[in-house]
């Protein structure tokens, strides 16, 4: 199962890689989400990948019985999704207002503060 | 004050201010009130946490009572406690400032809410001690950035927005990376705890590659040579009062965790990773100086210097003396005052003649003596002037370099400083010396300006030219100060004990407390770790 993980986060970084050498803006944003993607599951594959089992522990014992999955991982991937999805949602805006501004979606014409 | 809200504090205030913001969200007249109060209560608030942590070295306040390495820890050391002094009165100045700068749309959108935002991720990052948290914060900040730099809508800030947005937003992935393989290695986020780890972790290439993920995260938010094309793309663009506080804050921030990675976790390697921080270091200051020099915009100069100026903070961490390394603190402390001061000049000097470009003003030594002097104070201090204080930092720098023999570094440091200096000069004789362009007097505004306007702007440029000058008046002060941060942060072993109390417990039997919340004799309940955590695969398969 780590293994299907892995191939999918490289993967994943592959192709958001790919997409931010686009000259569009909006895949840009398409590749930066794929980053975040690919980001988030590496955190989800590092906790290691335990197959059905909650970190419960039963009622009367003070820890789990068995090898659990880890929580923690989980825990951050939630934080770090939320954070994504509204850094995102401000891109789109962004991207959307520069676009009405500018007129372009072409990134190499977006040159007027290098200069 | 209490120990504990001391450390909370910083970032409970803005959190507060920026809620009771939003209630007065249809008036102007009272925001701009609420948030000078806010801004003034965060500064005394971490004069306070300064005060406290000089007498007790090291403040830590576990939040909701979770023992490291389970909850989250907040620490303020010498080190953080600076740095949150720093933001405190930078976010006074610039609230100051922005009184009579920010026009009334900017602020009926958000501005002091935005700004209380921002101090709170700014000093939030400066006092957590937890990777996990440290991402949080650095999003809180950058999200209020995000927004704060685009506020208006203007075309450049759109456009300098999207560069901006797509480097931070890369460098936070990468972040996000790092943070899951030093999790998967280590099985701990806890800097302290991290850092007993990273001692005895058997697999030195896993370490070097962590730190190299964590360099490219810091380095891109901290502006560092290749990753700072964002930085002068986007900082000439909002107006002054954000510009201003970007320019003394937002970096520093990533070089703050650049310092805490790199004398905290990542000390084991010292010739590979501190030796690539020399050369960064070194090719920040002169790629930074010399595109400053290309440059005929005020600001964009400015930004670029930036730049050129993180260099010399990377020195003293990569030299990693007690010197250098004091070196670095003075110069973090010089910088933040001296270039948010420059960027609030430059400010009046646009309001004066409506653009920033250097052809298009001139003669101020003649019409506003006064802003010709501060700029001059600050412009020497930047360039290392004696008796300023850019001098002294310089000078330490320079002494540690000197002192740990890597003089190919001290030798760029000297010529990127007579380079700045040219820069400044450039600046001063097209800005001040040279007769005013003739439509410039026509379109001249800004001179009719109210008693209470004028307060508004000169006060805190008045008073930060007044804390440069003071910096090299106490230089003697200050560099106690700065040696006595280095040799606390090159001692690891006392934060790890101020963070950890009862870690020589968990090093020799692996069993530390488990929390259970509201239960009293919780410290009696011990299991063993790796049974709740599954073992991660990358250090079984060694």
Redesign the interface.
């Known amino acids: 199962m780590d293994i299907v993980l892995a191939i999918t986060v490289g993967g994943l970084y592959a192709a958001g890689i790919y997409m931010m050498l686009r000259r569009s803006v909006v895949k840009l944003l398409i590749g930066l989400g794929l980053l975040s993607h690919a980001a988030n599951l590496l955190i989800f594959t590092a906790g290691g990948v335990v197959r059905g089992r909650a970190p419960v522990v039963p009622s009367g014992e003070m820890q789990p019985l068995a090898e659990v999955a880890d929580q923690l991982p989980q825990a951050l991937i939630l934080t770090a999704i939320v954070i994504s999805f509204a850094v995102l949602a401000f891109a789109l805006v962004l991207v959307y207002r520069t676009y009405q501004t500018l007129e372009t979606d072409d990134l190499d014409q977006l040159k007027a503060t290098d200069k | 004050m209490n120990a504990q809200v001391a450390v909370i504090a910083p970032i409970a205030l803005p959190l507060a201010t920026m809620a009771i913001l939003l209630f007065a969200w249809k008036s102007i007249a009272t925001q701009k009130i609420i948030g000078l109060i806010g801004s003034t209560l965060l500064a005394v608030s971490a004069a306070i946490l300064l005060c406290l942590v000089d007498r007790h070295e090291i403040l830590v306040l576990q939040v909701g009572n979770w023992p490291a390495p389970f909850g989250i820890t907040l620490v303020a050391d010498r080190l953080s406690s600076i740095m949150v002094m720093l933001a405190g009165l930078m976010g006074f100045s610039v609230s100051v400032y922005s009184l009579a700068s920010i026009d009334a749309s900017r602020v009926s959108y958000g501005f002091y809410p935005l700004m209380q935002l921002l101090l709170m991720g700014v000093c939030g990052a400066f006092l957590t001690g937890d990777l ?1 948290n440290l ?2 914060w650095f ?1 809180v900040m ?2 209020a950035s ?2 704060l730099l ?1 506020l208006g ?1 203007e ?2 800030q ?6 901006y ?2 480097l931070n ?2 460098s ?3 972040f ?2 790092a ?3 030093i ?2 290695a280590t099985g701990t986020l806890n800097m302290a705890d991290l850092a007993l780890k990273l001692r005895s972790f058997p697999d030195e290439g896993i370490v070097s590659v962590l730190a190299m993920l964590f360099l490219i995260a810091f380095g891109t938010k901290a502006a560092v040579f290749p990753l700072f094309f964002w930085l ?3 900082y ?2 909002p107006p002054v009062a954000v510009s201003a506080i970007f320019a003394g804050l937002l970096t520093k921030v990533g070089v703050y965790s650049l310092i805490r990675a790199f004398t905290l976790l990542f000390v084991t390697d010292l010739e590979f990773t501190h030796f690539l921080l020399l050369l960064i270091a070194g090719m920040t200051m002169v790629t930074g100086v010399l595109g400053a020099m290309a440059q005929n915009e005020i600001r964009r100069i400015l930004s670029f210097h930036i730049v050129s100026q993180i260099g010399y903070m990377l020195m003293g961490l990569a030299l990693f003396t007690p010197l250098a390394l004091a070196g670095s603190i003075f110069y973090i402390i010089h910088h933040i005052v001296v270039k948010t001061n420059l960027f609030l000049i430059s400010g009046l000097v646009e309001r004066r003649f409506d653009s920033g470009q250097l052809k298009d003003v001139g003669g101020l030594y003649r019409s506003a003596p006064m802003l010709a002097t501060l700029f001059f104070l600050s412009a020497m201090s930047l360039a290392g002037v004696p008796p300023l204080s850019g001098f002294f930092a310089k000078l330490t720098l320079i002494q540690g370099g000197l002192e740990a023999e890597g003089y190919a570094i001290v030798a760029v440091a000297l010529v990127v400083s007579l380079l700045t200096l040219f820069s400044m000069t450039k600046i001063w004789a097209e800005v001040f010396w040279k007769p005013a362009p003739e439509e410039a007097v026509t379109a001249a505004y800004g001179l009719d300006d109210s008693t209470s306007v004028r307060a508004s702007l000169f006060g805190p440029i008045l008073l930060l030219a007044t804390i440069t000058v003071g910096i090299g008046a106490l230089a003697g002060p200050v560099m106690n100060v700065s040696i006595a941060t280095a040799k606390q942060l090159l001692d690891q072993d006392a934060y790890i004990e101020a963070v950890l109390p009862d870690h020589h417990l968990t090093a020799s039997r692996p069993g530390p407390i488990v929390p259970v919340a509201g239960n009293s004799n919780a410290s009696e ?1 011990r ?1 063993e770790p790796q ?8 250090v079984t398969s060694q």
């Open positions: 996990f991402y949080v999003e950058l999200i995000f927004v685009t809508g075309r450049g759109l456009e300098g927005a999207i560069k947005v797509t937003l890369i936070s992935a990468v996000l990376a943070i899951g393989v999790y998967a002068p793309a986007s000439h663009t309940q299991i049974e709740l955590r599954p073992r991660p695969r990358g």
